[in-house]
């Protein structure tokens, strides 16, 4: 298959083809023509898959071929939940649109509006954005969506996820209702099918990979290994593997910090990413790391969330998700595009409960090894931890209760500490 016989536009092959694109990926095959035909489009697609040209190129073709307005209304509306996949998804707007007459923004929090509404005030045709700010602005009457004919929901469960579902609403209530509608998630929950069922019309459904599945390129490893000997034990794995761009996820941002000043401490060069940090911390970070001058990049999840950081080797759990499916999110970070990658995670005793979760999620079990020196601790307990569990989602199955429900003596609620709680909560609400 490729990109001629989907259908698209000179102009839009002859972009792909800059960006060294060879045949289109599964997802792509599948969403494009149907995109094209002007149906709305329930996809189920992780990061790392293509989604993102999946839905810009056939959304890129329509909106040059529709008539276009003397002032550019703002025609195309594509709503990520977190500033990089925002940032990520303008940038592969731009470079699919090299060839066509059309323009674009982002827009998000933690950074001045006003460089974002002079651009908005010039006309654009395709706007990127968190919520967050697209609120702010909108009430400011500093935009309009009145005119839109493209809707896109990106990374929709992670929206729900980080407590979007209100302002998803509210946005929603400014469009038109004549519109095209493109949603796409990573799983498809009770919830996401009911968000999808307010939105889209006659959807077609499209799976890029089988639900709640790792990518079958990658190689999934568990070292079982005592809880204060994972510093040392990265250590070596980095240094012995000579390993040059390693993608590392802590649970909490005060984990993120600790384990980037040891590392740095080791003389490996580490950023840490995470929602406290400025937005041009994270783009300085971001911008080291896939430059190759910074080599470790700590990250949560939610600051991860969306990275693209192509043909990644290495990604490592530091400590397990409490949330099964940060897993596949995770380890989606390498991989990626059919390129083979190889996730490690470094497991505790109190972790064994996460890791069980997990292989039932992935369905299989995952190769287990000890590296000599850093065993795991024979007298560690196999409770899950109790701090840093705070958060609005809903955590493991197993023997963990979610929050409101009836908790057992061993599972109450811990006293939360600001700093050591999994970060999982929205970043651009602050502007
Ligand atoms: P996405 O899932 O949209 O974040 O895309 C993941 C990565 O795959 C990005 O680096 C894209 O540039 C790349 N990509 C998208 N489509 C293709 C394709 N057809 N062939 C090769 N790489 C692609």
Redesign the pocket.
Known sequence: MSFKSLGLSEALLKAVNK???????SI?EKAIPLILEGRDLLAS??????????FTLPMLQLLSQAPQFRQRPVRALVLTPTRELAA?VYE?VKQYSAFLDIKSVVIFGGVNQKPQVATLRNGVDILVATPGRLLDLHNQRLLSLSKIEFFVLDEADRMLDMGFLKDIKKIIACLPHKRQNLLFSATFSKEIKELATGILHHPVMVEATPENTTVVAINQKVYRVAKDKKTGLLIKLISEGNWQQVLVFTRTKHGANKLAKKLVSSQISTAAIHGNKSQGARTKALAGFKNGSVRVLVATDIAARGL?I?LLPHVINFELPNISEDYIHRIGRTG???ASGEALSLVSADETTYLRDIEKLVGEKIAMSIIEGFEPDPNASTEPKKQGQGGNRQRNSGSQKSKGSNRTSTHRRPRRNKENRPENRPDDRRH
Do not use: H, L, V
């Open positions: 960006q060294g694109y060879t045949s289109p990926s792509q697609a992780q990061t790392g898959t293509g989604k993102t040209a999946g990520q592969n693209d192509p990626r595009a059919g």
